[in-house]
């Protein structure tokens, strides 16, 4: 149970209309009790809180040690994808006006819940085509959308067959994941019994953040209960990303942005992604693919976050999308590019709410700048503080302490730290980020094993 006392929430909100095939609107009060489902981030419950809403949150079994203040009930489940067992869990759930959640693991889940009390928002089966990429690239295809072909397999012996089929090299990944986890480029049938005898397709990943044990984004290929993807490889020049706020399916902002480079080039590496202005002549383009993706993969109220992929032919295809905000610090420069509260635009439109979003952009462009380092122990390593006084930086938390071990990296999440910068020419951003990387100042005493492994 949370700490503390509310008032009891406002009752159900009552059905102000049931077209066949839709979810019912509702006509809502000004507070609202809210279902929220989260893995440990508290963003969207903080914000629902602050604006006067009653939250009872669904969590990982055992469930948080301290819920945020304010929160009714805590409620658990064992996993996310259980879904008779979230069915049997409804009747213990008080009435609620709401079911809500920004985390990948919960989309399916929150969907679920609704359609068993008959809320609005996104439905079960636009759910499943957001979190799982085979019914993903399946709708993009078949809304004749460009997107990298692929095979459903369940064993690495049948990937061969598939690769004969799309052309080596071929990239191999999971139907559902994040962060690049077990996702692979596969060069040839040589290279890939060079990966089977090295594990790679049986190795679960570490949950470095302790947020992902109910869930199946750690699964080894092997170990993923309905397959996984061998897709067509293809040569890219660039990767793109777009955050769509949405109202009832109408765009209320597109906020563009690129990475460094592409994702999988960046697993255990230093890393950097670029908020763009939506004039930015990269970005037209890009958001107009994202928008066309998203009305073909279910239409919400909500964020929608999607990665757009440029070929070295200068071709865009889609790359992903999910339906929740942009992770690492995406969310956080959007929310500096455009003036935006976005934890307050989150809690609108989790319960249904149209937020005023302003468009005009307030920087040509914003970078958040990821620290990584060696496995080890930090030796010397420059404060925040320091970091802080070099012009054009916003902000930077440094995670690196002299005496202190690295902390842990899985795909292309870093827990070393971020610095938000304000880019002076976009042209020579690799040089300004080099930099700011020099500035740093990291040495590391390699680990034992490390040590022993050079000799």
């Known amino acids: ?180 986890w077990n996702t692979f480029l596969v060069r040839s049938e040589a290279h890939l019994k060079e990966l089977v005898a090295g594990g790679a397709f049986d190795s679960r990943v570490p949950d470095i953040t302790g947020r992902f044990h109910a869930g199946h984004a750690l699964d080894s290929l092997h ?82 976050h999607c990665e757009i992929l440029r070929t070295t032919d200068g071709r865009l295809h889609i790359g992903e999308a999910a339906a929740r905000p942009g992770g690492d610090c995406i969310t956080e420069l959007t929310g500096l590019m455009y003036g935006i509260d976005v934890p307050t635009a989150l809690a609108a439109l989790a319960i249904g709410e149209r937020p005023a979003l302003p468009t005009a952009a307030r920087y040509p462009a914003l970078t958040a700048v990821m620290i990584a380092a060696p496995p080890g122990t930090v030796t010397r390593a420059a404060t925040a503080e320091t970091i802080e006084q070099r012009p054009g930086v916003l902000s930077a938390t440094i995670n690196l302490r002299p005496g202190e071990p690295v902390p842990a990296t899985a795909g292309t999440v870093t827990g070393a730290g971020r610095i938000l910068y304000r880019p002076r020419d976009l042209a020579r951003l690799d040089r300004e980020v080099a930099d700011l990387r020099a500035a740093l100042d990291i040495q590391v005493a390699p680990a034992p094993a490390a040590v022993a492994s050079e000799h």
């Open 223 to 304: 170990g993923a209960r309905d397959g996984f993807l061998v897709e067509t490889f293809l040569d890219l020049a660039d990767e793109y990303f777009v955050d769509l706020f949405a109202h009832d399916g109408e765009i209320l902002l597109a906020a563009p942005g690129r990475y460094d480079q592409p994702l999988l080039r960046t697993v255990g590496s230093a890393s950097y992604d670029t908020v763009l202005p939506p004039d930015h002549p990269e970005a037209r383009a890009v958001t107009d693919l994202a928008r066309r993706a998203t009305a073909a993969l279910g239409a919400q109220t909500g964020v929608v």
């Open 1 to 180: 149970m949370a700490r503390g006392h509310r008032r009891t929430g406002p009752a159900p909100a009552r059905i102000a209309s049931a077209d066949p095939g839709r979810h019912p609107r509702f006509e809502r009060p000004h507070t609202l009790h809210v279902l929220v489902l989260a893995t440990g981030n508290p963003l969207l419950e903080n914000a629902l809180l602050a604006a006067g809403h009653t939250i009872t949150l669904l969590a990982p079994a055992p469930g948080p040690t301290h819920p945020p203040p304010g929160v009714r009930a805590v409620h658990t489940v064992r996993h996310w994808d259980d879904l008779d067992a979230l069915t049997a869990l409804v009747p213990s759930l008080p009435p609620v006006g709401a079911v809500a959640t920004v985390d990948e693991q919960c989309i399916v889940a929150a969907a679920h819940l609704r359609h068993l009390r008959h809320l609005p928002g996104l439905r079960v089966d636009a759910a499943h085509r957001y979190t799982d990429k085979h019914l993903m690239k399946n709708a993009l295809r078949a809304a004749g959308l460009p997107a990298a072909g692929h095979r459903l397999v369940h064993s690495c012996d049948e990937i061969p067959e598939a690769a004969q089929a799309l052309g080596w090299p071929v990239i191999v990944k999971p139907r559902a994941g994040a962060a690049a």
